[in-house]
């Protein structure tokens, strides 16, 4: 009962100071305090964080290196460039914009499904997901509806 206390009290603390953020502390400071205070008061043991690193880490290096890619892109005027050439593409329209985005994005979204699907492929679990095979499974033109048991 105590630990859930400490980890109540803890998590309203660290909530309140990221919305006051006094003298413009930057939100990373009180969550880093926070996530250290826990392993002492024994919210959580280093087992705990030894566990969660273990299974982040990698998810943790792809997001930082997203965040580089991007400053270099953006330093180097890649944005600016496909957003220039987006609103040619479009002609200056709002809906033809909207389309070429949708595109972009669906291509994007198709390429990189299919880094997963070939992952499921090689381990011997088929192109598709278990849930298209299913026939409890009933899907409309936007995918899954409904598991009916």
């Known amino acids: 009962m105590l630990h859930a206390a400490l980890a109540l009290l803890l ?3 660290v909530l309140a100071l990221l919305i006051w ?17 826990a392993v002492p008061f024994g919210v959580v043991s280093l087992s705990d964080v030894s566990t969660v690193v273990g299974i982040v880490w990698d998810a943790t290096i792809t997001f930082v290196a ?24 479009a002609r200056g329209s709002g809906h033809p914009s909207l389309r070429v985005h949708a595109t972009v994005g669906r291509s994007r979204g198709g390429i990189l499904c299919q880094g997963r699907r ?29 598991l009916h048991v």
């Open 11 to 13: 998590f309203v603390a």
């Open 21 to 37: 953020r006094p003298h413009g502390l930057s939100m990373g400071w009180p969550a880093a305090i926070g996530g250290l205070l």
């Open 66 to 89: 997203v965040i580089l890619i991007s400053l270099v892109l953006d330093a180097v005027g890649f944005f600016e460039w496909a957003a220039l050439h987006m609103a040619r593409l």
């Open 118 to 146: 070939l992952d499921r492929v090689r381990a011997g679990q088929g192109a598709e997901t278990p849930s298209y095979r299913d026939p409890r499974v009933r899907h409309g033109r936007t995918g899954l509806i409904a």
